[in-house]
């Protein structure tokens, strides 16, 4: 069966620093792969999108980025984390497909200070 | 480009009433069409879906019908219970999009006992 991992769970961070999040999806094969923020009481934000390794489609101009360095690994990445970046980041995997389904990871709540 | 409008939350009802969660959308051709449930500090999970017009998805008592002529897919549960507090999520996928699967901003149940 398919699995998707997400980590680390939480995160507190201090502005100015880095980020790396980092989602691997098991049991299939060339995913579409997504990064979505959901802030508090809100609805979901796609963030980046992919079709396949070194594909990369950018939803939100911010100062996140992502990259997919093998078929199955989707990281976000800041080079410097702001206040606003602050939320619970959510990864998620489909097949292709009309009819498929998003599969969506734990999350990881991410706090600046 | 595709959309999808639920209705505004919160919603709180008593344990054993009825739920009705609307959700409209806008898309081109024929999308297929999905709830999708999140507990507090969780990931979301698919709920239910239908792939065609008149299809009708269920599961754990929720239903919800695909009705092309309303563009409406309306999320229902004839007797709600305190587990079913979370939000809830209507999204869609045309294969007109690239596999971006637009969502709701999603309805926080709240069932009270």
């Known amino acids: 069966s398919q699995t998707i991992h997400q980590w680390p769970a939480t995160l507190v961070q201090p502005v100015g620093s880095p980020l790396s999040l980092e989602c691997t999806v098991e049991g299939t094969s060339n995913p579409n792969l997504y990064w979505y923020r959901q802030a508090a009481g809100r609805g979901l934000q796609l963030l980046f999108y992919s079709v396949g390794i070194g594909q990369i489609s950018s939803e939100v101009p911010q100062n996140l980025s992502a990259s997919r360095p093998q078929d199955r690994q989707f990281i976000l990445s800041s080079k410097k984390l702001l206040l606003s970046d602050s939320g619970f980041y959510l990864c998620?995997?489909?097949?292709?497909?009309?009819?498929?389904?998003?599969?969506f990871g734990d999350g990881t709540r991410l706090s600046i200070l | 480009g595709d959309s999808v409008t639920q209705m505004e939350g919160p919603v709180t009802l008593s344990e054993e009433a009825f739920l009705t969660i609307n959700c409209t959308y806008t898309?081109?051709?024929?999308?297929?069409l999905f709830w999708y449930v999140q507990y507090p500090g969780e990931g979301l999970q698919l709920l239910l879906k239908a792939t065609k017009a008149d299809d009708k998805g269920s599961n754990k008592g929720f239903e919800a019908t695909y009705r092309k002529e309303t563009t409406s897919f309306h999320l229902e549960k004839g007797s709600v219970q305190v587990s079913d507090s979370a939000v809830y999520f209507c999204a869609l996928r045309n294969n007109t999009n690239a596999g971006k699967s637009p969502f709701g901003d999603g309805t926080t149940l709240t069932v009270k006992p």
């Open positions: 898309a081109t051709g024929y999308p297929s």
């Open positions: 998620a995997w489909s097949v292709r497909g009309l009819g498929q389904p998003q599969h």
